[in-house]
């Protein structure tokens, strides 16, 4: 019994990394653990936050995203502009190759969820299509988590 406890208690944790770790492949892109943080049904609008790798020599444009827990998602970009915080609506995110796009609440760049078709809360999952210029489209599963444990989480892919 002695031997065979430390492989159940690792084949218990090796199987608990899936729940937190996930991420999509597009070409040489890499997108890793889409998240959106909880919206109350008072609130409109969501936000929804996520890592974009470029792994190969050309540049990958974010110039789209859909999904159907919303009517619209809109990049947008977060900035302090003399002391007030400001949220503009961007037309696309480039990422230059070997290099990785965190987006993370707080503030920089996100995905504004526009018109939420239902309250966003812990523990839901939804469909959102990413649409890269040049490379087409990829679908990703965002988890709703608490700002701190998907920050967390997708701090973990890096």
């Known amino acids: 019994m ?3 406890l430390p492989l159940l208690l690792t084949s218990v944790l090796l199987a608990a990394v899936p729940a937190q770790a ?21 609130v409109p609008h969501g936000a929804a936050y996520l890592d974009i790798g ?15 827990a919303s009517e ?25 190759p070997g290099t990785t796009q965190r987006m993370r609440p707080g503030g920089g760049y996100h995905l504004m969820l ?3 078709v239902a309250p966003l809360s812990e523990g839901d999952r939804f469909p959102l299509t990413l649409e890269f210029a040049e490379r087409g489209e990829v679908q990703v599963e965002v988890r ?7 920050s967390e989480a997708a701090d973990g892919h890096h």
């Open 144 to 150: 709703v988590e608490s700002a701190q444990e998907g």
């Open 22 to 42: 996930h991420e999509s492949r597009l070409d040489d892109v890499r997108i890793a653990h889409p998240f959106a943080t909880p919206a109350p049904p008072s």
């Open 54 to 68: 470029v792994e190969g020599d050309s540049s990958a444009v974010l110039v789209g995203a859909s999904s159907p």
């Open 72 to 96: 619209s998602v809109e990049i947008h970009d977060m900035s302090m502009d003399d002391g007030v915080m400001r949220m503009r609506r961007v037309p696309q995110l480039e990422i230059e």
């Open 2 to 4: 002695r031997s065979i």
């Open 114 to 116: 526009m018109n939420l």
